[in-house]
């Protein structure tokens, strides 16, 4: 069962342009929401995160946006850079017995042209 | 501040031998350690979370007899996959969390490439 689902495996932007990729979960129980990155053969990378008390976060270029009643989120990235082109999953956890333990997506792949 | 090193980034190994790969946090001592795993074109699967002191605790369909994980201290965890099989090959990823924190975020190490033949 695919609790955090990244539906579109690939997104291709222009640089300069916003990039937008989303997120979705099933379990009511996570409260915790983050963003990775990551490159080929490297650890993830984190970028962001979010609490479920709240509705979004910005950081520079990145925004993560929550929308708990449809238990949707994503991150923006204004103005995306080539430099952006790699992986981003999704991830959330739940507090209590489940401290800690990351549930990622499967991640989608952005790639922004110069 | 915050670095998660893990060793080695890559590894080759005959079937049927041992593997131990090592995930140190740097800068910041770790109570929980997690480790994670990789197919091509996958998301990142937990494996098991590691606890410094105590027995590790697996996730469901991962066997605790293959792949032992000691965490001797706040900065080590250790990943040892024992009488590889070419079905083992895959990336894998520590990450670890500061000790004492809640809402910090993960930090991953680089992950090793294990490949078995």
């Known amino acids: 069962d695919q609790q955090v689902k990244q539906n579109s495996p690939s997104l291709s932007v222009q640089e300069g342009r916003i990039s937008i990729l989303n997120c979705d979960y099933t379990n009511s129980m996570f409260d915790y929401f983050l963003w990775y990155k990551k490159y080929p053969a490297e650890g993830p990378t984190f970028l962001i995160s979010i609490s479920s008390i709240k509705d979004k976060n910005e950081d520079g270029r990145f925004t993560v946006f929550l929308n708990k009643s449809a238990k949707h989120l994503s991150l923006h990235i204004v103005p995306s850079q080539p430099g952006d082109s790699a992986v981003y999953f999704c991830?959330?956890?739940?507090?209590?017995?489940?401290?800690?333990?990351?549930?990622f997506g499967q991640g989608t792949i952005l790639t922004v042209h110069p | 501040g915050a670095v998660v090193s893990q060793h080695p980034s890559w590894v080759i190994c005959k079937s049927g031998t041992s593997v131990k790969i090592e995930c140190r946090s740097l800068?910041?001592?770790?109570?929980?350690m997690f480790w994670y795993r990789q197919f091509p074109k996958q998301s990142l699967m937990l494996m098991a979370t590691s606890n410094e002191g105590s027995k590790a605790t697996y996730e469901q369909g991962v066997e605790k007899d293959k792949f032992l994980i000691n965490h001797a201290s706040l900065t080590l965890s250790t990943l040892t996959v024992t009488s590889a099989h070419p079905e083992d090959s895959s990336f894998y990823i520590c990450?670890?969390?500061?000790?004492?924190?809640?809402?910090?975020?993960?930090?991953f190490g680089n992950g090793t490439r294990l490949t078995v033949t």
């Open positions: 991830a959330a956890y739940a507090g209590g017995t489940s401290y800690g333990k990351l549930t």
């Open positions: 990450s670890a969390r500061v000790k004492g924190s809640y809402n910090s975020p993960l930090h």
């Open positions: 800068d910041f001592q770790a109570t929980t």
